[in-house]
C-alpha cells in the first residue's frame, strides 16, 4: 500500500519531508518499467534499426574479424579479431542510442511528450494512437 500524494507526508517520493525539507528520489529512479518495455518493444518492431544496430556489426565481424590473418596479428594488449569485435559491438550500441534519441526529438517535436502527461487516460490507451493532442487541452 502506498502512501497518498500530500505534500509534507514523510514517504512520498518526489514531495519534500516536512521534518527534513529533503526530496525523495522516485523508485528506480523515476523509470517505469511498463513504459520502458513498450519502448523497447516498439524500437524492435523497427527494421531498419534491428538492421543496422544489430544485424550489419554482426555480418561484418563475421566477415572481418574471422579473418585467420588477423588471429595471431597483436593490436595493443589483445588481437585484431578481438579490436574488431569491440569496435563492432561499440558501432552498434552508438547507432542504436542516436536512433533512440532521434525518436524521442521526433515526438517532442510532434508535441506527443507534452501530450501524455496532460491526459487523464492511462499509459496503454493513449499509447498506440499517437496521433493528436487536441482533446488534452490548451498548452
Known amino acids: 500500500m502506498s502512501a497518498p500524494a500530500v505534500p509534507g507526508v514523510p514517504g512520498v517520493p518526489g514531495v519534500p519531508d516536512s521534518d527534513t525539507g ?3 528520489p522516485p523508485n528506480l529512479g523515476g523509470v517505469n518499467t511498463t513504459v520502458l518495455g513498450l519502448e523497447i518493444r ?9 538492421i543496422f ?3 550489419i556489426p554482426a555480418v561484418f565481424f563475421l566477415l572481418f574479424g574471422l579473418n585467420k590473418a588477423y ?3 597483436m593490436a595493443g594488449h589483445g588481437n585484431v ?12 550500441a552508438v547507432l542504436a542510442t542516436t536512433s533512440g534519441g532521434a525518436m524521442v526529438s521526433i515526438e517532442r517535436a510532434a508535441g506527443w511528450s507534452l501530450c501524455l502527461p ?3 487516460c492511462s499509459w ?3 499509447c498506440p494512437p499517437r496521433t493528436s493532442c487536441s482533446s488534452s487541452g490548451s498548452r
Open 124 to 126: 496503454a490507451t493513449c
Open 118 to 120: 496532460r491526459s487523464a
Open 53 to 55: 544496430a544489430l544485424v
Open 22 to 24: 529533503v526530496k525523495r
Open 42 to 50: 516498439r524500437l524492435l518492431r523497427n527494421r531498419r534499426t534491428v
Open 71 to 73: 588471429a595471431n596479428e
Open 81 to 92: 579479431s578481438a579490436f574488431i569485435m569491440v569496435s563492432m559491438a561499440l558501432y552498434g
